[in-house]
């Protein structure tokens, strides 16, 4: 009897953590490696301008919505400068990109005139 009481703790558990994480809306840009609330309000006064899309950051294996951020060359290269993030452009639930802000030709593909 005590096996199926944990079972149904982890369940609920799990149904918790499906409640909290969002469905990514598409397009829309992921980010792993925040863990301070200094970067996050950083992230979300980096919304004006170029590209503008949702943003979400990964905690573990809960993803949420913090705001929008706009995909400039110089947000990207702000980003390297304070971080090592892992950053993802999802165009779709089939088609994910990494966004390589270490390789400075992944980085010309976002200057614009």
Do not use: A, W
Not at 28 to 42: D, H
Not at 65 to 91: A, Q
């Amino acid at each position: 009897m005590d096996d199926v009481l944990e079972l149904d703790e982890l369940d609920t558990l799990s149904e918790v953590e499906k409640s909290i994480s969002e469905e990514l809306v598409y397009p829309s840009l992921l980010i792993e490696g925040v863990s301070t609330q200094e970067e996050v309000m950083f992230l979300k006064k980096h919304s004006t301008g170029g590209l503008v899309l949702p943003l979400y950051v990964k905690f573990g294996n809960l993803i949420k919505c913090i705001g929008k951020f706009s995909l400039t060359l110089e947000n990207l290269l702000l980003l390297k400068s304070i971080g090592t993030y892992d950053l993802k452009l999802c165009k779709s639930i089939d088609k994910v990109r990494d966004i390589k802000l270490d390789i400075p030709q992944e980085l010309v593909k976002f200057v614009s005139l």
